[in-house]
């Protein structure tokens, strides 16, 4: 069953307040005290809404298969808790949960209990709860659901703003950013003070070890130093790069024939190869020192769980299934196969203890100005043709539903993408 945007919404914003209705409660449980967990301050816990909106997308074509459906679910979410977990841990260098006490646990973010306990949770979704709930959102009339919809949305995205600043500690810097009216400065700083302040103290009641302070490390006035946005660019580059040559090497030894693999309309790249390198490189980045096995552990589920996402995203998307697995033993629903999952772990520990290393040493040595110059080109290049790419695709989709153009952008892409430059750059894609 396909869903409405609105629809997506509603299910991401109820499920959300249902995961913090249950954290709360566990953890005023545990405390003896009321906890109000969660990154944000009001009732959202939102990495169970993701977790659910994206099991909701990408499972339901598992409903009547419900072995393959507790796998999928499980595994999916228990990714989105791990990635989760990881990207918290980059804002402030700590743990915002451990489960390192639990058994079977793996790297104190994820445990067997819990992705059991999210497996189930998953099948009881997709299957009852998706469907309910929609019919409940219909039954509100049509005006009154818009305007429950944009204020949820507006206050849940003020509510992040004032925890993310919180994070950051921004109070420390407000008084010289507030300038423009001495008088009206003067109350709005007090005003967000008061609200930053609250939602510090808040979290630090919920997670208190996240406020604990961390010894900085002085820089040495390099390049892309460290993981952050800059190293993290350009290993996308290359990932993406790489990924187009290794799969039209791979195409031509195996198939017979060279076969353009680019995700993108302009140049050699392929994103899903460069997005895989860069997620994996901010997610393992800290664990670059720890043995082989964990390294293929960790890649070889989260390169299926991230495959089989790309696959369903591209799909629904665009309307087109740009690899399918059928043939393969082993597969799920011909997104990804076993085999493929252990080359990602093998990649994954290539890639981290022997190429990674090599490729941060070059990239830090471009000189200073020119890597934030060149950098910024390549963003403002790679951004737009992602949107061409994505508009050519679309339109490609659109021709072939029987669609005409109505708009300016639609001639333009009907002129310069046609059906034949689109079937040659894209001859791998099949219709849904």
Same mark, same amino acid.
């Given at each position: ?10 299910? &991401? ?20 005290? +009321? ?43 228990? +990714?989105?808790?791990?990635? !989760? ?20 646990? +793996? ?12 497996? =189930? ?45 919180? #994070? &950051? ?130 890649? !070889? ?11 369903? &995203?591209?799909?629904? =998307? ?44 070059? #990239? ?16 403002? +290049? ?5 949107? =061409? ?27 310069? &993408? ?15």
């Amino acid at each position: 069953m396909k869903y409405t945007m609105m629809e997506l919404i509603w299910l &991401f914003l109820t499920y959300s307040f249902w995961g913090w209705m249950i954290e709360t409660v566990v953890g005023t449980i545990k405390k003896k005290k +009321f906890i109000n967990r969660g990154f944000s301050t009001g009732p959202f816990c939102l990495v169970y809404g993701v977790a659910a909106v994206s099991m909701t997308i990408s499972m339901n074509e598992l409903i009547n298969r419900p072995v393959f459906l507790f796998i999928g679910c499980g595994t999916l979410a228990t +990714f989105i808790e791990w990635i !989760t977990g990881k990207l918290l841990e980059q804002l402030n260098q700590h743990k915002w949960w451990d489960y390192s006490g639990k058994k079977w646990n +793996f790297d104190g973010y994820i445990c067997l209990q819990y992705s059991l306990l999210w497996a =189930v949770l998953g099948v009881l979704t997709v299957r009852y709860t998706d469907e309910l709930l929609v019919a409940v959102f219909h039954l509100i009339p049509s005006f009154l659901r818009d305007i429950l919809i944009g204020l949820l949305i507006a206050g849940m995205l003020l509510d992040l703003l004032a925890s993310w600043a919180a #994070i &950051f500690q921004i109070r420390r810097e407000m008084p010289a950013a507030i300038r423009w009216n001495k008088k009206v400065g003067v109350w709005t700083q007090k005003f967000a003070l008061f609200i930053v302040g609250n939602v510090e103290r808040r979290m630090a009641k919920a997670y208190p070890v996240i406020f604990e302070k961390v010894p900085r490390q002085a820089k040495e006035g390099k390049f892309a130093e460290g993981c952050g946005f800059y190293k993290l660019f350009w290993l996308f580059l290359i990932g993406a790069v790489l990924g187009d040559f290794t799969e039209t090497i791979y195409c031509r030894l195996t198939a017979g024939i060279w076969m353009r693999r680019s995700s993108l309309v302009w140049g050699p790249f392929s994103i899903v190869w460069g997005l895989a390198i860069a997620i994996a490189t901010a997610l393992l980045y800290k664990d670059r020192e720890k043995p082989d096995r964990h390294i293929f552990l960790v890649g !070889t589920f989260l390169g299926g769980a991230y495959e089989y996402v790309c696959s369903v &995203f591209t799909e629904i =998307v665009f309307g087109k299934v740009f690899w399918d697995y059928s043939e393969i033993p082993f597969n799920l629903g011909g997104r990804i196969n076993l085999l493929y999952c252990f080359f990602w772990g093998i990649a994954a520990v290539v890639w981290i203890k022997i190429l990674y290393p090599k490729f941060s040493v070059w #990239i830090e040595k471009i000189p200073l100005m020119w890597g934030y110059v060149l950098t910024w080109i390549l963003v403002i +290049f790679m951004a737009i043709n992602i949107v =061409v790419s994505m508009a050519a695709l679309v339109r490609y989709d659109m021709r072939a539903k029987g669609n005409p153009a109505d708009s300016r952008w639609e001639y333009i892409i009907d002129e310069h &993408f046609d059906d034949t430059r689109m079937a040659h750059m894209y001859s791998n894609a099949k219709a849904k």
